[in-house]
């Protein structure tokens, strides 16, 4: 049902989106990550703005057209930095998107970017239930200061997405009901959702992973609940299972994010154990999703791929428009 609900609004086509793992510094301490500060066993790295430059150029000659910025929270790249980095980017390809994950950051800093030209934002809550929140995360992080956020970045006009972790240590299916119950509330453009899979440096090394069928269930409810959301394939779930990514689509994804992070530093930017792709160029990881989703009756879409109650104003060249009130 949700295959088919996802082909009434998007088609076949899938979406793709260029991810550049510009630093894996961070100063969260987050229980389940890979990258958190406390791991002394991350090998820690940043990109330059130029590096990310060249990255995106070489995922435009890919087909990408969303550049997907992520990174620990990394003060090293304070506003100022970001938002030349981010105008720099649609300054050299007005006909991509620009998609920022970041973190949490002063409302301040959200408007700067945003009028530097980044189009989206991801910013998963992780889990709603503030004390279920409280047992994952360092005791200077709360549920409360993400949900702002989101709002935030909502009311600045990005297309935004949260999201949560499957299987995550204490999750209820209760607590699954109430990231349901946020995400109606909250109306998000995009819902990232993958397995949870330990990471042998962190508190949680020894926690079972998630279940990718669980995974599947809510991917296919996620899609029924609202059809017009964009939904990514995860590469936890590629990770967790070998054709995990298939099964994401099948089950009503549309969207899957190859990794564009340069040889060099990719294989360092580890939030859990086993991570696909870290040995794959770029070029390898672009033609094996496309000849996956081809096998499976799908097609790669290098449009843009905004919301649709956006993307009819997100002609190339034209500078982002404010969201509507009501998505
Ligand atoms: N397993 C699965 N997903 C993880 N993330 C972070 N650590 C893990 C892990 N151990 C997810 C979080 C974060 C996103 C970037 O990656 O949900 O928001
Ligand atoms: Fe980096 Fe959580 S450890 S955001």
Redesign the pocket.
Known sequence: MASEARDRVFGKGVFIRGLIEFSNHCRND?L???IRRSNRQAERYRMTPDEILATCSAGHELGFRTFVL?SGEDPFYGPGIVAEIVSGIKASFPDSAVTL?LGEHPPESYALWRAAGADRY???H?TRNPGHYATLHPRNMNIDSRVRCLRTLKELGYQVGC???VG?PGQTPELLAEDLLFIRDLKPHMV?I??????KD?P?ASAP??DVDETLFLLGILRLMDPTLLIPATT?LGTLDGTGREKGVMAGANVIMPILTPMGVRDKYL??DNKICTGDASSVCRMCVQRRMESIGHEIDTARGDHPDLAFRASPGTPPAPAPSAV
Do not use: D, K, N
């Open positions: 987050c389940y990550c890979g992520q994950s991801l910013l998963r992780e999201g949560f972790m995550s990232g993958g397995p949870f899979i330990p990471h962190t949680l992973p998630g936890a939030l859990y």
